[in-house]
């Protein structure tokens, strides 16, 4: 919803672009934290983190609605960082406990579908509601339904065995994670793979405005066609990733993200040919972070939540720059400077996957503390 309404929320807010993107980015700077989320999911299981994360999420939203100015919007912007660094990484790290390698892109693509139906069906309906009653209604309508099921991870299953309690705290999970060469370069290709990410997804919204004269309900149908294009690519992840191989199957998408995003800044002389581009960066963008979910799943089998944890502040860290970064850019050279940004984050990703990542990584070894247990 920040992505591709950026410009209204910034105008609601009464702040400029470059405060909306600068929002972003303390938004992403929030997952900082996340390893220590995961830490606490090793050792404790899942559901009473997912569970105070959406009730966070909850007091966020509203939270953000009532706001006006950047300082009033701050704290529920790091509220909601807090919120999503707590609760992606360690979802991901619950389905992998219960999914085999074997089968685990076909599942990870399905739960990915969430991400692609919200573009799909949601922020039309996003789009639609701010017209209409303007850029608070929508985050206050979610800020209830985070609120309603908030409950819902209770239904998880429990874990099926006791994994990370043997291990001594999370600075020692940490560093047996990060001595391992491919687990380390998973992480990064992760950031990076966010690098090219933000460059697009935090200006497409402003683009469409500037370049077409698009309203917010026109770039809803927009973002409802980018949804379109994230549930075939995670449609396709799930089919194919597991035969294709997951390490294999990044360096595709990588390719293909480097590609389309060199390419978007020449197409702008046409609204549909602009529009085709986005949706196949779109697709190669969510084939590569589907696909890289189940390829760092089997870095670290033992500390997965510390590892997803670790990746999703990898990403952080470069969503934090690239957020800021990519707004500055296009507000001084266009899509061509912030497209550039962008190349050379995948560029970057595709090297380091090709010259350090395993497609299952030997367990690290670190220091354990027998007879620990863990009842989640």
């Known amino acids: 919803m920040f992505y591709p309404f950026l410009p209204e929320i910034s105008r609601g807010l009464g702040i400029t672009l470059s405060q909306g993107g600068l929002l972003l980015a303390l938004r992403s700077a929030m997952v900082f934290p996340s390893p220590l989320f995961g830490a606490w999911t090793d050792r404790h299981g899942p559901r009473t983190l997912l569970t105070a994360a959406l009730l966070a999420q909850a007091l966020g939203l509203w939270w953000l609605s009532t706001a006006q100015g950047l300082a009033s919007a701050i704290p529920p912007v790091i509220l909601l960082g807090l919120a999503s660094a707590a609760f992606i990484p360690n979802l991901q790290a619950a389905v992998a406990e219960h999914v085999p390698f074997h089968r685990r892109g076909r599942v990870v693509g399905i739960i990915e579908f969430s991400w692609a139906i919200t573009g ?14 303007g850029w608070q209604a929508p985050l206050r309508l979610f800020a209830v339904l985070s609120l309603v099921v908030a409950p819902l991870p209770s239904l998880l299953p429990r874990r099926r065995q006791s994994l990370a309690p043997v291990q001594r705290g999370f600075r020692q999970m940490a560093g047996a994670v990060w001595r391992s ?13 966010f690098v090219a990410a933000e460059s697009f997804f935090v200006t497409y919204g402003a683009w469409l405005e500037q370049s077409f004269s698009m309203a917010p309900n026109q770039i809803g149908r927009v973002a409802a066609l980018l949804g379109l294009a994230e549930l075939a690519a995670s449609g396709a992840s799930s ?12 360096a595709i998408g990588l390719a293909a993200m480097t590609a389309t995003l060199a390419l978007l800044p020449f197409l702008e002389s046409s609204r549909t040919l602009a529009i085709a581009g986005m949706a196949a960066f779109t697709i190669s963008f969510e ?18 939540g510390t590892v997803l944890s670790l990746a ?12 800021y970064l990519a707004v500055a850019l296009f507000e001084q050279g266009g899509m061509l400077a912030t497209a550039l940004f962008g190349v050379v984050g995948a560029a970057g990703a595709t090297f380091v996957l090709l010259r350090w990542v395993q497609e299952r990584a030997a367990e690290p070894e670190s220091p354990s503390l027998p007879g620990a247990s863990s009842h989640e």
């Open 239 to 250: 089919l194919f990733i597991d035969r294709l191989g997951k390490r294999r199957g990044v």
């Open 181 to 193: 060469p491919s687990a380390r370069a998973a992480i990064l290709v992760n950031g990076l793979i």
């Open 287 to 304: 084939w590569s972070i589907v696909s890289n979910i189940s390829l760092l799943s089997e870095q670290a089998p033992l500390m997965r």
């Open 120 to 133: 799909l069906v949601i922020l039309p309906i996003v789009g639609v509601m701010m017209v209409q009653n």
């Open 312 to 323: 999703v502040m990898a990403g952080g860290a470069t969503r934090t720059v690239s957020d």
